[in-house]
């Protein structure tokens, strides 16, 4: 026996469950943190475990999933699911119109017009309030019973919300999934080396067609009601609009870009008006369904064969459409990343014509298995880049050609390569190569490299797209003349520019190293280089091994820096810079890893008096040894300024010699 103040407990979570998951489900307005909404579930959890005679079929716990079906039983639905007529332009829209104004001798008709989702057609069964059944849409007659998998659809109640509800209802609708969680859910798919799904309908569908129901729980599925089937114990009212409204009131989902318009100029407003949102919609639509909005006269039109008379499906362009790949080339971007690109046969989808679509990379291509000549599904949604989705193997002729990424860059000829566990492949050439020029310049002159004031964006776009700097060398054989012609640049702007550039020919070998934009070599590591190799032909010559001698290079970095400088165009380059007069002082090649201090650990602690702990830090390394954070048996010193706390004490404890600067200093330079 379950006491009654446990049932009532019971009751009133799942009542609060409910509340809160519509708010956050539907209305996309929670009312409490998460926390609070996980502790209350959880706590009806335990208690219907604990008393299973508790558990009922609308409970918010049962959204979970349960265990897998061997197949999925037939429905039939009580109403047959219709589909509909389609216009695909003004005219089509306009004789739709005109049709419903003849046959019901009016002058103009008011019209619902929806959304219409890109999503899986279902159908839902609520017996005296409680869902008992869902199907999809099937042959409209006969669907599959998918009620498992709908039940985990947080947007869909379990229970209509009404103290009279309806004796039977049939609510349709639309399951979708939206974009963020059908890119999250191809992430994960992709990180699990599993397949990906071509469009979010892809998703929603293979989401909802799953045996194992858990698995549906996992994918983040949405719904939105557009209508209704049978209705047994409800009055219907005169208007679809007060269908949806009382939809809403049920607290089902109803798309909030409804409307009621009349004629046709309301329908063709609203058609543009959703048109211009269709980008920024968090889900797919593919059009607006237009629906008389007098219940009456619905009725009076009813069916041709198996579409309304009283309904049409008003079509946006089609966000993916079937072409041929003529050619996969590949595109250089500001960086260096080599992109493959597929070269289309002309196609209009998304409302433009497209002759490009990305490939992303060389995996991509692969697990894509798209090839020249293949026919394949290219998608463009809002502004992003189009994209090959899925390619028509069956299609496919024996001249199909595979791709080949090329070992040179296509824009200048430099070395293409691809570092271990990286999806991308990147041309060498960072500082001769065109398409990674103005980024090359920004960041030669950005104020932690050569620090040329006044060399921004704007400058170097002007500059580039003047053909006067091919690269950073050719910054130091501007003259005044040409600089001052560009565009808005007054002579004192030009001036200024000449002379930060012509004060940046003295830096520090570190700043000169950073400058050239090797790829994985910031500011720290090339300080690092500096120090440890002292000039710049000792670096240039460096193997992969030598270089890995320096603090902190390991294997990717040094083979980065080891394709730089092997790389003839960017020696080139490096040569012009110092031939310009570009300086700086050699450092006293110490090596990182073995000095006189080499193996000892130190532990800073307290405020030195003439050195930063950072300073303090990189002359130890310099000679060998290492810092770390705290002190232990196996530290050699610890060196104490003042404010010294528990590091010192720990280290008196222990016996460990502490250094103030000067000892420091002396133990440095012996
Ligand atoms: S009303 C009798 N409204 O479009 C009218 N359908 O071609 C029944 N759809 O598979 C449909 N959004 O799933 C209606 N706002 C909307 C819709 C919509 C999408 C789908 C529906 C059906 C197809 C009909």
């Given amino acids: 026996m379950v006491s009654q103040d446990i049932a009532e407990r019971a009751r009133i979570l799942r009542e609060q469950i409910n509340h809160h998951s519509y ?18 579930f959880r706590e009806l959890q335990e208690l219907e475990s604990a008393n299973p005679g508790l558990l009922t079929p609308d409970s918010p716990t049962q959204r979970v999933g349960g265990l897998p079906l061997s197949g999925f039983s037939q429905v039939q639905h009580r109403k047959p699911m219709l589909s509909l007529n389609n216009a695909f332009d003004e005219a089509e829209v306009t004789a739709f ?25 279902i159908s839902l069964v609520y017996e005296n309030g409680v869902f008992i059944q869902g199907a999809t849409r099937g042959d409209g007659y006969t669907g599959e019973d998918v009620t498992l998998n709908l039940r985990t659809v947080a947007a869909i109640p379990l229970r209509i919300a009404s103290d009279n509800p309806p004796a039977l209802l049939e609510v349709r609708g639309e399951v979708l999934m939206q974009h963020k969680d059908f890119e999250a859910l191809n992430d994960a798919q992709r990180s699990k080396g599993e ?45 679809f609009s007060d269908i949806l409204d009382q939809l809403k009131q049920w607290h089902f989902p109803v798309a909030e870009q409804s409307e009621v318009v009349k004629g046709v100029d309301g329908m063709l407003g609203y058609f543009m008006r959703l048109g211009n949102k269709r980008d920024s919609l968090p889900f797919d639509i593919d059009g607006v369904v237009y629906k008389v909005n007098d219940l009456k006269l619905q009725d009076e039109l009813g069916f041709v064969s ?16 079937i072409t041929q790949v003529l050619d996969i080339d590949v595109q250089v971007g500001r960086t ?19 002759t490009n679509a990305t490939l992303h990379n060389e995996d991509e291509v692969r697990r894509k298995d798209v090839r020249i000549g293949d026919w394949v599904s290219v998608r463009r949604a809002g502004d992003v880049i189009p994209e090959v989705v899925s390619v028509m193997h069956e299609r496919r002729t024996s001249d199909a050609r595979e791709f080949v990424m090329p070992k040179a860059c296509p824009v200048c000829g430099s070395h293409v390569v691809r570092e271990e566990g ?3 492949a990147r041309c060498t050439g960072g500082l001769y190569c065109p398409a990674q020029r103005k980024q090359a310049l920004l960041h030669f002159a950005s104020r932690r490299a050569m620090d040329i004031e006044g060399l921004g964006e704007k400058v170097v776009d002007q500059l580039v797209d003047n053909g006067l700097v091919h690269n950073p060398a050719e910054l130091y054989k501007l003259g005044l003349g040409k600089v001052a012609n560009l565009e808005r640049m007054a002579e004192k702007s030009a001036s200024n520019l000449l002379a930060a550039i012509d004060k940046s020919r003295s830096t520090t070998l570190a700043r000169f190293i950073f400058a050239l934009g090797i790829r994985n070599v910031g500011e720290a590591t090339a300080r690092d280089l500096a120090r440890h190799f002292g000039n710049l032909d000792a670096l240039i010559g460096a193997d992969e091994e030598a270089l890995m001698r320096v603090t902190d290079v390991g294997p990717i970095v040094a083979q980065s820096i080891a394709q730089f400088f092997g790389e003839s165009h960017n020696r080139e380059v490096i040569e012009q810079l110092r031939a310009a007069g570009v ?17 000892k650990a130190f532990v800073l602690t307290g405020t030195l008096p003439n050195m930063t702990r950072e300073e303090a830090k990189e002359r130890i ?3 060998g040894g290492k810092v770390t954070g705290s002190v232990s048996k196996k530290t050699d010193y610890v060196v104490a300024g003042t404010e010294a706390g528990s590091k010192l004490t720990k280290a008196q404890e222990l016996g460990i010699p502490v250094l103030d600067e000067e000892g420091l200093n002396n133990l440095l330079d012996q």
């Fill in 23 to 40: 708010r956050y489900y539907v209305l996309d307005n929670p009312e409490i943190p998460d926390a609070e909404y996980d502790r209350m």
């Fill in 97 to 121: 119109d005109r049709r419903v104004r003849e046959a019901a001798g009016q002058d103009y008709i008011e019209y619902e017009a929806d959304p219409k989702f890109d999503g899986l057609a």
């Fill in 195 to 239: 397949k990906t799904f071509a469009n979010p309908r892809n998703a929603a569908a293979g989401s909802l067609r799953q045996l194992d129901s858990r698995i549906t729980a996992s994918r983040k599925l949405t719904f939105f009601a557009y209508g209704m089937g049978e209705v047994q114990g409800f009055k219907l009212p005169e208007k």
């Fill in 306 to 321: 198996r579409a309304p008379r009283f309904a049409i499906a008003h079509k946006y362009p089609a966000q993916e459409e």
């Fill in 336 to 354: 260096g990343a080599i992109t493959p690109v597929a070269r289309l046969a002309p196609v209009f989808v998304g409302g433009v014509t497209v």
């Fill in 422 to 424: 990286e999806a991308v």
């Fill in 583 to 599: 300086q700086w002082a050699d450092e006293t090649a110490r090596s990182s890893k073995i000095g006189h201090l080499s193996g």
């Fill in 621 to 623: 390394e310099a000679a």
